[in-house]
């Protein structure tokens, strides 16, 4: 794109230049190394310790399971580097990495320019809701990294016709779609581009079958690995089972008798026991507020912990994403690519597939869903970013600083804000390694509620080798009398949270023989009734 701004012919591929390669490595190079000094450096919570927990054990995670990263989680735990679990968070970063990789090259490839492509992975990997996912063990920032990388195989597609780029397409959206079902929502972005470009592509029955063949595979690779692995035996699903099994109550959804059918195996593959479906009049104004502010830039300056939580609390809790800044340069390469706007439905059917799945899905953590909506913004925002100026070295020049102004100003802002690797999660890595080093009984017993015991299950089970203790997850407060009773019969030593029972001189006395480690956590030892 040379001279007067003009933009490529479609479908024109783009010979790299010789400074392609040196631009890609040192975008790589900044992101890994900003992942790496903010990455969280052991145990989480919740959902991403059960990441941690599965992955060692190759187990079976909350639906719809996540059995492709699980797997590739494994590989990473074999790793000769720090702990488990920080091998998990590390896998995190290195698929944040490749997903803002296979960006940068889909950019490049169809603007012809490095700017444009080093602003919209940039803008990705600096946007909070992708980085504070690429630096925990979280499903979001993985399962992104193969649909971008769905994006970089359709742009080969249309531009060579090669069946192989259609095929590996079809691979990795079906990876990313069947592994997180909400992720549907963004292929008609995909079947828009193509009907765009379709004079450019042929796509005969052959082929049409090949990739829906490739398509589906994923999906039966997950069925298939719920069915093998969700076995009462297993340490992934022990605990829960013998809990079920204490409680008299089925293992799941009653609708069916076992967990080990297949049609149990596709419902929870699927996904399909999510809470809060639906679109709703009512909530949605509140929920597109809260989106709204959250590509304002607002967040930077603003705690969100300090809002109100019905319009602005999100699981991630801090930082913006996108910007106004950015918003505008995705809205200005909608424009300047309306001549070619196969790619500007792509960036856009990315971004309202997604918000309408925010929409439906209308939760509490809604905004933690959002990675492909600033997928498809942040390459809008690079295309913004390949104009240039007819006339006038210093309006190229002015305009390029402000395309580099929405990443670095996403950078300097949420950097402190979404930082993991501080004293304070340091010092609480250093209570947990304290745990897992206290000499606790065997067949010891810890109830808790969902969070931590998702920390327990991975820290003890995995970090201390000890898979001989109980991690009860129980989420209704009346079912822990009936556990607590199980534990004392089978004469197992019980710690419970000391916030569930009334102060007494008996609980004082369970909490005074409670191991150090384990007081200071606010647990309690039961070896009696209280």
């Excluded at 930077?300 to 991630?316: K, W």
């Excluded at 933690?368 to 007819?390: D, E």
Aim: aromatic letters at 14%.
């Amino acid at each position: 794109m040379k001279g007067g701004g003009k933009l490529p012919p479609p479908a024109q591929a783009i010979k790299p230049s010789r400074w392609h390669w040196p631009m890609r490595l040192a975008m790589c190079a900044l992101v890994a190394t900003v992942y790496g000094a903010t990455l969280h450096p052991g145990v989480n919570r919740g959902d991403s310790a059960e990441i941690q927990y599965a992955s060692a054990t190759l187990g079976v995670c909350h639906s719809p399971g996540y059995p492709v990263e699980v797997h590739f989680g494994k590989f990473f735990t074999l790793l000769p580097v720090g702990n488990v679990a920080w091998r998990i968070n590390l896998m995190m970063a290195v698929f944040g990495v490749l997903g803002c990789l296979s960006l940068f090259d889909t950019v490049h490839r169809i603007s012809g320019r490095l700017l444009p492509a080093w602003v919209a992975a940039t803008t990705l990997a600096f946007s909070s809701v992708y980085w504070s996912h690429a630096i925990v063990a979280e499903a979001y920032v993985f399962y992104g990294a193969f649909m971008l990388a769905g994006v970089w195989a359709a742009t080969r597609f249309v531009f060579t016709n090669k069946a192989i780029w259609l095929y590996f397409m079809a691979l990795v959206l079906g990876i990313c779609c069947w592994d997180r079902p909400s992720e549907l929502f963004v292929l008609p972005g995909f079947v828009a581009m193509w009907l765009v470009f379709r004079g450019k592509v042929k796509l005969g029955a052959p082929r049409v079958a090949v990739a829906a063949a490739l398509f589906l595979a994923p999906l039966a690779f997950s069925v298939a690995s719920y069915l093998v692995y969700y076995a009462p035996q297993r340490l992934p699903n022990r605990d829960d089972v013998l809990r079920d099994k204490i409680l008299s109550m089925p293992r799941g959804d009653p609708k069916f008798a076992s967990m080990g059918t297949l049609p149990r195996a596709l419902c929870y593959c699927l996904g399909l026991g999510w809470a809060d479906q639906g679109l709703s009049a009512q909530r949605a104004w509140p929920d597109l507020v809260r989106y709204g502010f959250y590509l304002s830039g607002a967040g930077a300056f603003v705690d969100f912990g300090r809002m109100d939580d019905r319009t602005t609390a999100i699981e991630q809790g801090r930082g913006t994403s996108l910007s106004c800044l950015g918003f505008l340069l995705a809205v200005w390469g909608s424009i300047l690519w309306r001549r070619q706007f196969g790619w500007v439905l792509l960036g856009w059917g990315l971004f309202a597939g997604n918000l309408a799945f925010y929409l439906w899905n209308s939760r509490w953590d809604g905004l933690t869903f959002i990675v492909p909506g600033m997928a498809g913004m942040s390459l809008l925002a690079g295309l913004g970013a390949a104009w240039l100026p007819r006339t006038g070295r210093a309006r190229r020049w002015a305009f390029q600083a402000v395309c580099l102004a929405v990443p670095l100003f996403l950078l300097a802002t949420n950097y402190p804000l979404l930082d993991r690797s501080t004293p304070d999660e340091h010092h609480r890595q250093e209570m947990l390694q304290d745990i897992a080093a206290t000499p606790l009984p065997r067949e010891s017993a810890f109830l808790l509620t969902y969070w931590p015991a998702m920390t327990f299950r991975a820290l003890l089970h995995v970090e201390a080798g000890r898979p001989d203790i109980h991690v009860f997850r129980l989420d209704k407060k009346e079912d822990f009398p009936t556990v607590l009773d199980y534990c004392r019969k089978k004469e197992w030593t019980a710690f419970l949270p000391r916030y569930f029972f009334e102060p007494s001189p008996e609980v004082q006395a369970a909490a005074a023989r409670t191991p150090k480690a384990l007081r200071e956590i606010g647990l309690v030892q039961v070896t009696s009734p209280l």
